[in-house]
């Protein structure tokens, strides 16, 4: 490029064109970044977010994915806590009902929910009717639990059924960061080997971390071939496959 043009150029206009570029680029990161750190939820209202994909898992589970307003933007979630939806059962009343994103801050433009649908369920209704196009209401976050990289050394989970959701999450959020180097001990109780949720995004957690992260599944009616855990969880389930009790050790159901 010919910059012969430069020296013919006011020095101080130049100056002048510098700290304009200089200015406009710091407000674009300070207007991209307070974005991004806001987040989409308000905790008073309800906003409305479209469903964008709806992808079957199971005859009665679905993951769910709406898109956030832009491809840059963040849930602004904080990690271990949830959402609250509104939806409409089968007779047109309102249900509200909590649910915890599959997805992190660290997955810009959308979120995910994985839902079970139960016959009789209120909001299992909404979900099963929701087509793609479709907006759900959601307000929060909520919740009170609160989770610092490193706060403790091991995190003992004991899951069951969708109650693997929030712990999917947190595991996610540990697991996935460098600088957290806490272990994850998971139990995870379902009646059916069809009902354990997520299994293959546990499975793509626990071969990418086979130091960090353990899954123990316990089936009340397993296959023929299993080598989990069987009937209920028991004590000594809890005793060979959590963490021992200590100060920095962590457990949650
Ligand atoms: C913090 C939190 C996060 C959650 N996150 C998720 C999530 O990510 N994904 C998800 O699918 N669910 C999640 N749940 C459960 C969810 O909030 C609802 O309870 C669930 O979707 C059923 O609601 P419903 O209105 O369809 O059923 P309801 O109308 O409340 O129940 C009707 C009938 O459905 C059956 N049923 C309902 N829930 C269960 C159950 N847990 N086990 C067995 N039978 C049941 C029972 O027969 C019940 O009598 C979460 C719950 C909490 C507290």
């Known amino acids: 490029m010919d910059l012969e043009f430069l020296q013919t150029v006011d020095p101080q206009i130049l100056v002048g064109v510098a ?24 905790p008073e209202n309800f906003r409305d977010f479209k469903l964008v994909k709806r992808t079957q898992l199971s005859h009665n589970v679905a993951k769910f994915t709406f898109a956030l307003p832009s491809p840059t933007s963040v849930l602004g979630l904080p990690i271990g806590q949830h959402i609250s939806c509104r939806g409409k059962d089968s007779q047109g009343e309102e249900v509200l009902k909590p649910y915890t994103p599959t997805t992190l801050d660290s997955d ?35 919740g009170r639990f609160r989770y610092q990289p490193g706060q403790v050394r091991a995190f003992g989970m004991l899951a069951g059924g969708s109650g693997i959701t929030p712990m999917f999450q947190v595991a996610r959020a540990i697991l996935e960061n460098p600088k957290d180097q806490t272990k994850v001990h998971l139990i995870y109780a379902n009646v059916t080997h069809d009902d354990i949720l997520l299994k293959e995004e546990l499975e793509v957690l626990a071969s990418r971390y086979p130091d960090s992260f353990k899954i123990y599944y316990v089936l009340n009616q397993p296959p023929e071939v299993w080598n989990g855990g069987v009937g209920f969880v028991s004590k000594e389930i809890i005793q060979t496959h959590l963490p021992a009790p200590a100060a920095d050790i962590q457990v949650d159901s």
Not at 117 to 128: A, I, L
């Open 19 to 42: 700290v304009a570029v200089v200015a406009i680029g710091i407000g674009a990161i300070f207007l991209f970044s307070s974005k991004k750190s806001r987040g989409c939820l308000d």
């Open 108 to 142: 810009l433009g959308h979120f995910e929910l994985v839902i079970k649908m139960y016959p009789q369920g209120r909001m299992s209704h909404h979900f099963r009717e929701m087509r793609v196009g479709e907006s759900l209401a959601v307000k929060g976050p909520k």
